[in-house]
């Protein structure tokens, strides 16, 4: 059975940092180019970023774009994405998703459709 799970979110003041985590089961890491997402209240999922199988490739939002950082255990079969600089917009509900491949889309990869399987989200709150 496919499962991702994800951790380590909460509340931090702005400013602070948080690593969250995305612990895969189910399926082999290695064939499966991974994204984060975010969903804030009363809008639209963003992609946030996404790591290549082989960690070779990594792409970002432009406005997580020095601040976050995404990276990845095949062997552990965890992907995280430390977030550094945190600000009040960056509160949402974060998901990790598998994409079918082993390279990022280099164009779309922030769109959710291109994902087989998701976790059920962490909540980060970032107060000011």
């Known amino acids: 059975q496919v499962q991702l799970v994800e951790s380590g979110g909460g509340l931090v003041q702005a400013g602070g940092s948080l690593r969250l985590s995305c612990t895969f089961s189910?399926?082999?890491?290695?064939?499966?180019?991974i994204g984060w997402f975010r969903q804030a209240p009363g809008k639209e999922r963003e992609g946030v970023s996404c790591?290549?199988?082989?960690?070779?490739?990594?792409y970002y939002a432009d406005s997580v774009k020095g601040r976050f950082t995404m990276s990845r255990d095949n062997a552990e079969n965890t992907v995280y994405l430390q977030m550094d600089s945190l600000k009040p917009e960056d509160t949402a509900v974060y998901y990790c998703?598998?994409?079918?491949?082993?390279?990022?889309?280099?164009?779309?990869?922030?769109?959710?459709?291109?994902?087989?399987?998701w976790g059920q989200g962490t909540r980060v709150t970032v107060s000011s």
């Open positions: 998703a598998a994409h079918p491949g082993y390279y990022c889309a280099a164009y779309g990869w922030w769109a959710s459709s291109g994902y087989d399987y």
């Open positions: 790591i290549s199988s082989s960690d070779v490739s990594t």
């Open positions: 189910g399926f082999t890491l290695d064939y499966y180019a």
